[in-house]
């Protein structure tokens, strides 16, 4: 029979136990070591060895990496399979902000993801490397990211390019086109009489849509930069806007203690220069 003196001192046992299993973290020599153990000749040496980088997981994908240009095909192959089986649970951290980040969004075939923060960057990354491709600096907060239909440019809500030079607050009332592979500056959409919350691209690409703290939203020509529909109706700042697949609608959402306008609209929009809308269907 246990006495309950030695049921507690089992108990401490297994918990010092259980801290130092979990404390002993592998470190780079260990990861080194098991990733030299794919081109053992015992197959159970390899298999081992696999398991266990498999169970540490992302530590290990620096060393992986390196692996894939090894001169043994075996150790290629195996360590190709590994991030493989790593990427489909976590693809990895992205690292190289250093203030909040605002709004991300991928590119059309999933290939890279654009984010932007509030230390005034926009960035585009590889994901299955975690790298980063691309960064534009600007001047203000972008506050809204989204990648083109065809994935050649990235539009942002703010965060215009530094050599304009101009202070923040009239930089962030502009929505900016951006080329995703070179960073350079397209288009500018210039209008809102406040700061710019929420972008989207029409799914053709032809059109794009912002909402803002001026309360308005507006629709426009991407190929001119022209605006070609302001709607009103939102009592207070727009947080979220989106365009309906067939082009005929948007949607946008505001919301304000001071105006209580938690509302989500529905607008039917006709392409037409300089047309104003006051309201929409579905307004309440």
Known sequence: MITLTRLFVLMVGLSL????????????????LLVQQLSNPDFRVRQRAAKSLLAIGEPVLEE?????????????????ALITEIAKRHYGILKGHSEVVRCVAFSPDGRRLASVSDDRTIRI???QRSKELLRIDGESTPFAVAFSPNGRHVL?????????????????????????????????????????????????????????????????EV????????????????FTVDLSPDGRYI??????????????????????????????????
Request: charged share 30%; hydrophobic share 30%; aromatic share 6%.
């Open 125 to 127: 990354w590889d994901v």
């Open 251 to 284: 949607a946008s959402g505001s919301g304000s203690r001071n105006t209580q306008d938690y509302t989500a609209r529905i607008w039917e929009v006709t392409v037409q220069p300089a047309r104003r809308t006051q309201g929409g269907p579905g307004t309440r």
């Open 64 to 80: 992986l990496r390196k692996a894939t240009k090894a001169e043994d095909t075996e150790v290629r192959r195996r360590a190709e």
């Open 156 to 220: 942002t809500a703010g965060g215009g390019p530094r050599a304009l030079n101009v202070k923040d607050s009239v930089q962030s009332r502009d929505v900016f086109l951006w080329n995703s592979d070179t960073g350079d500056e397209v288009r500018r959409f210039n209008g809102h009489n406040g700061t710019v919350r929420a972008i989207a691209f029409s799914r053709d690409g032809r059109y794009a849509v912002s909402g803002g703290e001026d309360s308005t939203v507006r629709l426009w």
């Open 223 to 238: 190929a001119t930069g022209k605006e070609s529909c302001r709607l009103r109706g939102h009592s207070n700042m727009v």
């Open 17 to 32: 136990a259980l801290g130092e299993l979990l404390a002993a973290a592998p470190n780079r020599e260990e990861i080194t």
